[in-house]
């Protein structure tokens, strides 16, 4: 192993402990005390350990001490805090979040039917699905993130780049740690590792079996009120996560890790605020509140009629004033984070999330013209259940003991429809649906959206690869198996009654096969300061999907029951292909072109309806450098890429339901770039900036037609917008403050900038037939101030003990993470981030 390491790094000085990133995400303070030198990064983006520096991809590394600085305890905790990185959470769906490169979406994260385009790895296991991917890692060694597309090692759906997720390993000693946490909103927590002293000898007998435990749970009342007396709250936590580590090494060459991880999440929903309202009509000329006291009126006048319905003025009146009265309330407020809200189903997720791995790794040593070779191989199983209830806006629908409530304005509408049909055209009342909506409204409620739906996955992957280098040459060459099935039960209501009741079940599953190699070769020229990458992967899948929906029942009928299968087949062929030069022993640039793919499949909401695989042609000059005697790194990168038959989702709101919507939407011709600089100004101190744009929205998007005859149609593309911030900026300090006998004190402060950007790519639909396109709900620009001091080092018996206060969002600064846009039904709803946290963590090591 040392000898390849000094093969992969032949004018650096190694330092084989993975430490700190190299641009936003500094060293550690202790490593500029060692000679005011900044810590060289060994990561594994290549499948073998190397220096990124070296490594021609553009790459930011998280170490231990960033993990715990930052706080960082899941993919969703990264957002904001690596340059080019962006996302959200899915509303009314906890652990579920998405990731955005470079302006390269990942999606809705609460839809089963999405693939990622940004890949996530847990110890080299890909994690196949965005629903529950953002649970809790027990015990992170370091995290690498890799920007662009990664298609030769990471295979599909990783357009966008790639995370890797790495775990701690046994010692093989006794030791550990364990940290309490304590913090405002009643936060507590506690995490702790233990390592067992290994059993047995290397070379003897059985070998050595060395083990480690971990555990974390975390725990915080809500962050806001649910003004239903009653009903739970909005916004907590409550998660725990496991880890059993097992590493049997028979003999030096030869180890198997073994490693089960679980956790599990029972938490409410964060609060969906509805700020806003879509007009009634296509056009955008009627707003709801007009057409809402307009109604009013008309209800007022039928009322008078001799002989008219008595619910007219027992119950429709009332309700309408109570309706006019909420959404007046919900505009007044308008935008900005709130304290309480309300709901009519109270919205909570609960999900259980556990996977099984093993990694056997051989040391072939030399193997002749083969170099020296290793060969791994991975395989691991992981399952998800997830259940999802409540509503995703806050407005109150509930009848009271007389059936009077703040209804719907659609259902309004559609009885001011029916009492018009009878009083203003004549036509006798008995034949008019009119005790079938009341009576809907009375079985179902009259209410906006209400979440019940069950979500089962689990997957089965298989790597095998080999890692080879001779005097000139490295190079992997691997095999890569992957099967998935999910199963997702919805019984999910929108505009009750009038859109109706039946549940929506679908099976579908993935195979998917893939063989693939790159190979790395400095020739004999230019004082072998050339290195010349080349990769290729090859994929085949099936796709496969079960429709099973039931009948819809509406006051005004029932549609019949659907089900169908469908079956498609894909194949791909990406790969990578660069020149790097070192200019210098500590610097050098490279040219970098790398081709991804995302798989194609079935909308499982949207009956029989597939979308077709993207794919994405990106290339990128690079930079990375260090200079000062290595107290100054400076890394940076720009690219290009175009990115084809691009899958965006959308929330579709035809026929007065709320699904999530995958479709392709044409072609997308960018360019960005970023910059990482960290510098060690002085002893004890690093500074790190790092800058990233990515520009442009879309070069095609498709139009939004209606159903009406003739078939109207509008132009998209104006509307269409790239869902990511444009710019984004990030500073951050580590500093020793003061060494002392009794310990070190040390202090950690960042602050994120990003400019506004648009929730989705475009919201559309059709209204009474006609298409329909409605404003972006753009996501405000934000600063996030997040600060830790500590005192460390402390001697405490035969271990050391810490002491941290932080703070989290130290501004309080008040922003929307997402929006949702019901469309024709109505609400425009926003979920904000955390407000202000802090709190006192203890550590003690032994």
């Not at 500590?586 to 029989?608: H, K, Q, W």
């Not at 990482?676 to 900036?689: M, R």
């Amino acid at each position: 192993m040392i000898k390849n390491l000094r093969r992969a790094f032949p004018r650096q000085t190694l330092t084989v402990a993975v430490a700190t990133s190299l641009g936003l995400l500094a060293s550690s303070p202790h490593a500029v005390a060692q000679g005011m030198q900044l810590e060289e990064v060994v990561v594994t983006a290549q499948k073998r350990a190397e220096s990124s520096q070296d490594t021609p991809i553009s790459i930011t590394a998280f170490s231990e001490a960033n993990v715990e600085n930052r706080r960082i305890s899941n993919i969703a905790d990264l957002i904001g805090n690596v340059p080019g990185v962006n996302g959200f959470s899915a509303p009314g769906s906890r652990a579920s979040s998405g990731l955005n490169m470079r302006g390269v979406s990942g999606g809705s994260p609460a839809n089963l039917s999405l693939d990622p385009a940004v890949a996530t790895y847990l110890d080299g296991v890909y994690v196949g699905k965005l629903v529950g991917s953002a649970m809790d890692v027990a015990e992170i060694e370091r995290i690498e993130v890799l920007r662009g597309p990664q298609g030769t090692l990471y295979g599909r759906n990783a357009t966008g780049g790639a995370v890797n997720f790495i775990s701690k390993k046994p010692t093989g000693e006794f030791g550990g740690r364990v940290t309490g946490s304590l913090g405002n909103y009643d936060y507590w927590a506690i995490k702790g590792n233990v390592n067992l002293p290994a059993i047995g000898e290397v070379g003897e007998g059985l070998g050595e079996l060395a083990s480690s435990f971990g555990f974390q749970t975390r725990q915080r009342d809500d962050f806001y009120k649910n003004s239903n007396s009653g009903e739970q709250d909005f916004d907590n936590l409550d998660r725990q996560a496991y880890r059993i580590a097992l590493q049997w090494t028979p003999r030096d060459n030869f180890v198997a890790d073994y490693v089960y991880d679980k956790n599990k999440l029972d938490e409410h929903n964060a609060l969906q605020q509805v700020v806003a309202f879509n007009p009634v009509d296509a056009a955008g000329n009627v707003p709801r509140m007009t057409a809402l006291r307009g109604t009013l009126q008309q209800a007022m006048a039928y009322s008078t009629i001799p002989g008219a319905d008595p619910r007219i003025a027992s119950r429709w009146i009332p309700s309408l004033n109570k309706t006019i009265d909420s959404y007046q309330r919900a505009i007044d407020q308008g935008e900005g984070r709130v304290t309480r809200g309300t709901a009519d189903f109270a919205p909570y997720t609960e999900s259980d999330v556990e996977g099984h791995a093993l990694t056997l790794t051989w040391d072939a040593g030399d193997v002749g013209l083969l170099g020296d070779v290793t060969f791994k191989s991975i395989t691991a199983h992981r399952e998800l259940d997830m259940y999802v209830y409540g509503d995703i806006e806050d407005l109150d629908s509930r009848l009271d003991a007389n059936g009077v409530g703040a209804m719907t304005d659609l259902v309004h509408l559609t009885l001011g429809q029916i009492y018009g049909a009878a009083y203003d055209q004549g036509i006798p009342i008995q034949f008019l649906p009119i005790d079938a909506l009341w009576g809907g409204i009375d079985e179902l409620g009259a209410f906006h959206s209400k979440q019940d739906t069950q979500s089962d996955y689990k997957q089965f992957s298989q790597e095998v690869h080999m890692v080879g280098t001779t005097d000139n040459l490295e190079y992997v060459l691997g095999v890569y198996y992957f099967d998935d099935e999910s199963s997702y039960l919805r019984k999910a209501i929108f505009a009750a009654p009038v859109a109706g009741f039946g549940p929506q079940a679908y099976d579908n599953s993935t195979e998917a096969f893939a063989v693939f190699g790159q190979a790395t070769m400095r020739p004999s020229i230019l004082d072998d300061r050339l290195a010349l990458t080349l990769g290729l992967r090859y994929t085949e899948e099936t796709k496969e999907i079960d429709y099973d929906y039931s009948a819809v029942v509406s006051p005004f009928g029932v549609t019949p029951a659907q089900a169908t299968s469908n079956k498609s087949n894909f194949y791909n062929m990406s790969g990578n292909f660069t020149i790097a030069y070192d200019m210098a022993d500590s610097a050098n640039v490279f040219l970098r072109y790398a081709t991804g793919y995302r798989s194609g499949g079935f909308n499982g909401e949207i009956f029989d309806n597939a979308f077709k695989e993207e794919t994405i042609e990106q290339w990128e000059l690079g930079i990375k450098s260090d200079w000062w005697d290595r107290r100054l790194r400076i890394n940076g990168s720009i690219y290009t890429y175009i990115w084809e038959d691009v899958q965006v989702s959308q929330i579709k709101t035809d026929g007065g339901v709320a699904t999530s919507l995958i479709t392709n939407a044409g072609k997308a011709d960018r360019w960005g770039g970023e910059l990482e600089v960290t510098v060690a100004p002085a002893e004890d101190l690093i500074v790190s900036l790092s800058y990233a744009y990515v520009d442009k929205d879309f070069e095609e998007y498709p139009p939004v037609c209606g159903t009406n005859e003739p078939i109207n149609c509008i132009d998209s593309l104006p509307f269409a917008k790239r869902t990511a911030p444009g710019n984004q900026f990030n500073i951050s300090a580590d500093y020793i403050f003061a060494r002392t006998s009794y310990g070190e004190i040390t202090g950690y402060v960042s602050a994120n900038w990003q400019d506004e950007w648009p929730e989705t790519a475009l919201w559309s639909g059709v209204v009474n037939g006609e298409p329909s396109i409605v404003e972006h709900q753009m996501m405000d620009a934000r600063t996030l101030v997040n600060a830790r001091l500590s005192l460390e080092q402390i001697e405490v018996g035969d271990g050391l003990m810490k002491i941290s206060i932080w703070g989290r969002n130290l501004t309080d600064d008040d922003y929307p993470t997402f929006a949702t846009n019901f469309g024709s039904l109505g609400p425009i709803a926003e979920q904000y981030g955390e407000p202000r946290t802090y709190g006192i963590d203890l550590t003690y090591d032994f």
